[in-house]
């Protein structure tokens, strides 16, 4: 057999140029995303080989010693260089040249692709549980406005048409559920993320390391993943975060959207707090709801990053590609939904509501159609679609001549009923007061989720019992987290001077 004459080996020359700018260069902008997760999962690494022996206790003491400095220090002033490739060779170079050729035992049993894999996980499993606090702040704000508009009436309205009669605590709690599903699925997420690669390997593991579980919990992560192949080169869970992400930011930028519209001169039923606006340098009599721009244009931004990160993603198994991108993509997307997040918080904590104006939204109208039509159902014992022939032909002709929905009469329904069926309905001296008062059209919806007071006051503290357990598992998390890298540099700090002394 002829023999291959394919080069084979690690190269000998350095990086290209090109390589470094568009590809290195990139890689090191991410840096400061991986830099704290790559000292922990260092510092655990070390801890796993020392305690199995296959580190000598002289060379685990200078790499702790090295590695408890490089933690205290910030990312700024690590020497990343894209000269010398990814963040993981810069940190290679430097501790070689503190500490020669010891530094080359971190490589034991472990790729350099698997402490970033480590350190993407410790990132962004802190930025899932600030994320949550946002959102509990955004749902804990958006349920104490609601509280404070029980009973503030208001014209629902569908593709910005007149709807029903409802309120604006019933329209507003609208935003509070899908947004607190959202941070119920972030959890779910963090769960997912907070799982440990360590270990695996490239793609079968190591002979080093028989038991994973060791750096897992060092880290602070639930579990180990199991599949060793899987658990170096998984994505999916990193697309069901940047979705998650995209979804909460649809649902502000829902309401953004309708609070810019309703902060219009032409609606003016809200009006923001000076500090969400901006003025116009051109016209001094505008104020611009800036605020809601950010929102709206961060809700783009992130379904872009989620739309690139699946197209990178549909690449072969175990490639670099899907997640080099990853390192700053996902940390990217999180940090933007946090800051805008944090921004609708404080737009919905502060603004006001033009209750007088959103009422008279419902004196011109004809909001109490839908209840008109199930009203005539009820006492005529007509199917609905011809009360709605009826209701639709009575609308159409008072609003020809200027009467508003809640000043239609029963003889007006009997000469429609005439025209659409031939015969009247019998209402020309009926009370059409249930059906036309705002407020008692609102008073009938006491089904669970009604506009109701007493529903809405009840879906007003469930949403805060909700927000306070998002914050509490929150909290439990993050309390889990802090306890484990506590423990972790206390021990690699007690076994660096419990060595240190033995050499003495």
């Known amino acids: 057999m002829t023999p291959s004459t394919r080069r084979s080996g690690p190269p000998q020359s350095g990086p290209a140029p090109e390589l470094i700018d568009s590809g290195f260069a990139l890689e090191n902008a991410d840096a400061p995303f991986l830099h704290e997760g790559l000292n922990l999962a260092d510092i655990a690494h070390v801890m796993d080989l020392l305690r199995r022996g296959i580190v000598p206790a002289p060379a685990a003491r200078d790499l702790l010693r090295l590695l408890l400095e490089v933690q205290q220090m910030a990312v700024e002033d690590f020497p990343y260089d894209p000269e010398f490739g990814e963040p993981y060779n810069s940190r290679e170079r430097f501790f070689v040249g503190r500490i020669g050729k010891e530094a080359g035992w971190l490589h034991a049993g472990r790729p350099r692709r698997e402490a970033a894999r480590i350190a993407l996980r410790i990132h962004v499993r802190e930025q899932l549980l600030e994320l949550v606090d946002e959102m509990v702040r955004f749902a804990r704000d958006t349920t104490a406005l609601a509280a404070r508009h029980v009973e503030t009436l208001m014209p629902d309205q569908t593709y910005l048409q007149q709807a029903q009669p409802s309120t604006f605590a019933h329209y507003v709690l609208s935003f509070a559920y899908p947004a607190m599903r959202d941070a119920r699925r972030l959890l779910d997420e963090f769960d997912d993320i907070n799982r440990s690669p360590a270990g695996a390997g490239c793609v079968n ?26 658990a170096m080169w998984q994505i999916d869970g990193l697309i069901h975060v940047l979705a998650t992400a995209s979804s909460l930011m649809s649902t502000q930028s829902k309401l953004a959207e309708d609070l810019e519209i309703w902060s219009s001169s032409e609606f003016d039923f809200v009006d923001l707090a000076d500090a969400y606006t901006r003025s116009s340098v051109l016209m001094p ?26 197209a990178v993603a549909k690449s072969p198994s175990a490639r670099s590609d899907n997640l080099i991108f990853a390192y700053g993509e996902v940390p990217r997307a999180l940090d933007l939904a946090i800051r805008v997040t944090r921004l609708m918080a404080g737009v919905m904590r502060t603004l006001e509501v033009n209750v007088e104006r959103m009422a008279r939204g419902l004196d011109d109208g004809y909001t109490q159609a839908t209840d008109l039509s199930e009203f005539i159902v009820q006492h005529c014992r007509v199917d609905y679609r011809t009360a709605y022939d009826v209701v639709g032909r009575t609308v159409r002709e008072a609003s020809r001549v200027g009467v508003p929905g809640r000043l239609i009469t029963g003889e007006m329904l009997d000469d429609a009923a005439v025209a659409e069926t031939g015969k009247p309905l019998g209402l020309a001296s009926a009370d059409l007061s249930s059906a036309l008062d ?3 059209i609102i008073g009938s919806r006491k089904a669970t989720g009604g506009a109701a007071p007493d529903a ?38 007690r076994t660096a001077d419990a060595v240190e002394d033995r050499d003495d």
């Not at 038991?211 to 897992?216: E, L």
Request: aromatic share 6%; proline share 2%.
């Open 438 to 440: 705002p407020w008692v």
């Open 456 to 493: 809405v006051r009840s879906m007003i503290r469930k949403c805060e019992q909700s927000a306070d357990d998002l914050a509490d598992a929150v909290d439990h998390r993050r309390q889990g987290l802090v306890r484990a890298e506590e423990r972790l540099l206390e021990q690699a700090r």
């Open 285 to 310: 009599q505008k104020r611009n709801p800036y605020s809601l721009s950010i929102v709206r244009g961060a809700s783009g931004v992130l379904i872009g990053r989620l739309t690139g990160f699946l």
């Open 205 to 230: 593991g190591t002979r080093l390391l028989d038991d994973r579980s060791f750096v897992a919990t060092a880290l602070g992560f639930d579990e180990v993943i199991e599949h060793t192949r899987d």
